[in-house]
Structures are given as C-alpha cells and as structure tokens.
C-alpha cells in the first residue's frame, strides 16, 4: 500500500494573503508560516478588524513582507497599492473570510483595501470562510456564497466542527493543512495541459412513466470536483452530466442528460468528435431502464404493479472496449467487499485504474475516503473532502497516463 501523496512544491509561487476579521484569524498566521515556508511569496492585506484579532507585524515577521491594510497608507507608500497589488500574483486567498467580507464580495464593494484588491484582480481568488454555524447556514451568506461561485470564485471551506463561541457545526474555517493542499491543488497546474479530459458525473434517471423514474442518490459532487481538478491542471473539459442540484464548474463544454442511453450517446459523440485522451467515469449510472414507458401518467390501483426492467448499456465498458481507448478511470462505489468486487471489475472492463468506496459513505456525501487499484497495487486515499480528493486523484491519473505515454513511445522504437 502507498499513501504518499504529498502535493507539488509552491517554490517561486506569489499569493496575497487577505486576513479579515474572525477569531480564525490567528490561523492565518500559521498558513503564512507554512506557506512562506514552502517559497511561496506571501503579501498580507488585512481588514481593519482582522487588526483587531492579530497584529500586521505577526505576518510581517512570518512573511517577511510589508503588511498593507489601509487604503490610503497603502497608496501612499505605493502609487496604485490598490491595483498593483492583485497584478503578478498567481492567486488571492482570502482566510479567514467573515460574512461581512463575503457579502461585500457578492455585492462588488470597494471601500476598504481588500475589497479593492479582490475587485480589481486579475488572477484568481479563493476565500476560506469561517463564522457561526448560523451565519453560514443564513440564507443571505448561503446566497452570496453562490453568487460568488457563479462568478468563478473558488470558495475552499468551511468544515464541520466545534466553533470558537461552543457551538458545534458548519462554519469552521478549514484546517490550515487541507487549506495548504487546497492552494497547492490551485498553483500546481500545468500536469494536463493540451490534454482532453472527458468526465461523466452524477445520476441517470430512467423514466417510467410521464413524471416518475428511477434514480440513485449519487450528487454528482465526486464528478463536478473531478472537473474543476482537471481544469486546474491545465485539461480542456468536457462534462457530460446527469441530473443534479449542483452549479457546474466552467468546463469547456457541459453537456445535460438524463438517462444512461442519452449519457452513452454524448460520450459516443465527444469521444468520435474530440477523441479525449482521458475518459473517467464517475457517473453512477443506472443498471437497468424501464422496458416500456407509459406516455402518460400510471393510475393508482389496490392491484401490484410489476415494472419489467432491462440492462442499460455499460458506457465505461464500451468506451474501454474500443479499439483505441482514451486512458479510462472507473469508480466502484460498493456497500460489501469493497476490495474483491473493485478489483474484478477494473479486470472486467479493462481499466488502468479504478476507484474504489464505499457507497454509504462517499454517495451524496462531501467526503470519501477512495482505495485507488492500479497495476502498481492498491493506494490508500484517507478520508477527506472531495476538492481534496479530487486534486489528489487527478495528480495520480497524470501519472499514469505520461507513464502510459512514455511505454507506447518506447515500445515503437
Ligand atoms: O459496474 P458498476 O456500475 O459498479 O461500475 C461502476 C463504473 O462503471 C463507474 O465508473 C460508472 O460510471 C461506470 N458505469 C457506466 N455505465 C453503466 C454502469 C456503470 O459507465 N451502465
């Protein structure tokens, strides 16, 4: 077993740190720290109430940069501090980010240093909230934090946990380590550039009638990650999709489709059409599909009703089986023998590598733990979110795929 994956060097890479003010604050200087530590180039901006919870000259000491917080003394010191600063840096991290700042972002508010840099910017930025459970779970922050993700903001956080005022929920800014691993999942881009990545992700849903169907409780939350993950390294994207609540990551191309034969149809057309080098297919698609199905409604009886159901297709099986695949990932999500039934179906399909957990646990969940099977053996993922799963996986699959290049190009010579 191997479950080594320490992420890519931040050597050489700027960020602008934006402190704002909550008690997590105090954390911030620990990500300073680390992330100083690991050559990135760290500038602090500091909100006046993140003045409050922590001095500049902690970042100053831990960053060795001037820590800028007022508008006016910052132009002062530097003609445009408040455009300049966005300019040159590979991205902004805004952490901790309290409501207050969150809803000042949605609404496109300048009036402090911060705000300024963020409306200004030209890279791009990620926020790491942190508050009261009941202020996260307030419709206002819930809105504006999808406003902000509409607007291509990379919203890191936060996590579930016991809050500084003795509550326990969601709203804890998340850990400085899987923040860490989150940035370096952002600046370590570049592992699929000019590659094409083809992904399927949530359920399908096969009608039975005129309003009904049948489902699964796949989110597609596994899938949509995975897209964001492959964007960030570099990969054009394109994500056929079932049908599922959340907002879709800006891949290259979103294709929406219900049921398993209108998903196997638009991968059949993106593969003829744009022949991906990777295939990976998360999408829990349904087993089996209706026989007939009834155009109209079906009526109530005190009678059973018996739904005769056929096999659906096996997109991944098919697309593995052609004679000049893509480099195809499968997932097995399993409620028993996890191991034995992953590893007989990578055998059965054909797959480099394959996913493997459990379904109770990762479906429709924000975390997984994933046992990933290889020709290599078996690499053990330990539980955690599925941003940080995601980037972890994708690392692993461009390993594997320029492995697989680099065999084709040796065995021709
Ligand atoms: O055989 P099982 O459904 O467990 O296999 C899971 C893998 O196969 C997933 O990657 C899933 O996306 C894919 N699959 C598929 N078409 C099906 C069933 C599963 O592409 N009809």
New binding site residues.
């Given amino acids: 077993m191997n479950n080594n994956y320490a992420g890519s060097s931040l050597s050489g890479k700027r960020l602008l740190l934006g402190v704002t003010g909550g008690v997590a604050a105090y954390k911030a200087a620990e990500l300073a720290r680390l992330l100083t530590q690991a050559g990135c180039l760290v500038k602090t901006v500091m909100t006046d109430s993140a003045c409050r919870f922590i001095g500049p000259i902690t970042f100053q000491s831990l960053t060795g940069q001037f820590v800028f917080s007022d508008l006016w003394e910052a132009d002062k010191a530097s003609a445009m501090a408040h455009i300049n600063l966005s300019r040159n840096v590979d991205l902004i991290l805004i952490a901790p980010a309290s409501a207050d700042f969150i809803a000042k972002l949605a609404c496109g508010l300048a009036n402090d240093l911060l705000t300024t840099v963020c409306l200004a910017r030209n890279c791009p930025l990620m926020i790491a909230p942190a508050m009261n459970r009941k202020m996260w779970e307030n419709p206002a922050t819930q809105r504006n934090i999808s406003c902000l993700q509409n607007d291509g903001v990379i919203i890191a956080g936060p996590e579930n946990g016991e809050q500084a005022c003795g509550e326990v929920g969601m709203g804890r800014m998340l850990a400085v380590e899987a923040l860490l691993a989150v940035v370096q999942q952002r600046l370590s881009n570049g592992l699929l550039q000019g590659k094409n990545v083809l992904i ?1 992700a949530g359920p399908t849903f096969e009608a039975i009638d005129a309003v009904r169907g049948i489902t699964n409780i796949s989110s597609g939350k596994m899938g949509y990650a995975l897209a964001q993950a492959a964007l960030d390294a570099g990969a054009t994207v394109t994500l056929v999709t079932g049908p599922t609540c959340l907002s879709a990551p800006a891949v290259n191309r979103l294709i929406n489709v219900s049921s ?1 034969r209108e998903m196997l149809g638009a991968v059949e057309t993106v593969i003829a059409r744009e022949k991906p080098d990777i295939f990976i ?5 349904a ?1 089996y599909r209706a026989v007939n199905i009834s155009p109209r409604k079906i009526k109530k009886t005190d009678q059973k009703l018996v739904l005769e159901l056929m096999p ?5 099986a098919q697309v593995a089986y052609l004679p000049e695949p893509p480099f195809c990932v ?4 399993e409620t028993e023998n996890l191991e034995k039934n992953a590893a007989r ?1 990578r055998r059965q ?1 054909k797959l480099p590598l394959l996913v493997a957990n459990w379904a109770q646990e990762a479906m429709n969940s924000d975390e997984a733990a994933l046992i990933l099977l290889d020709d290599d053996g078996q690499h053990v993922l330990e539980r955690a979110s599925k941003q940080l799963q995601a980037g972890r996986l994708i690392r692993h699959i461009a390993k594997l795929y320029l492995q697989q290049q680099c065999d084709r190009k040796l065995n021709k010579i």
């Fill in positions: 399927t398993a297919g998360v999408a829990a698609v087993d659906n297709p096996d997109i991944l499968g997932f097995a999500a179906k399909k």
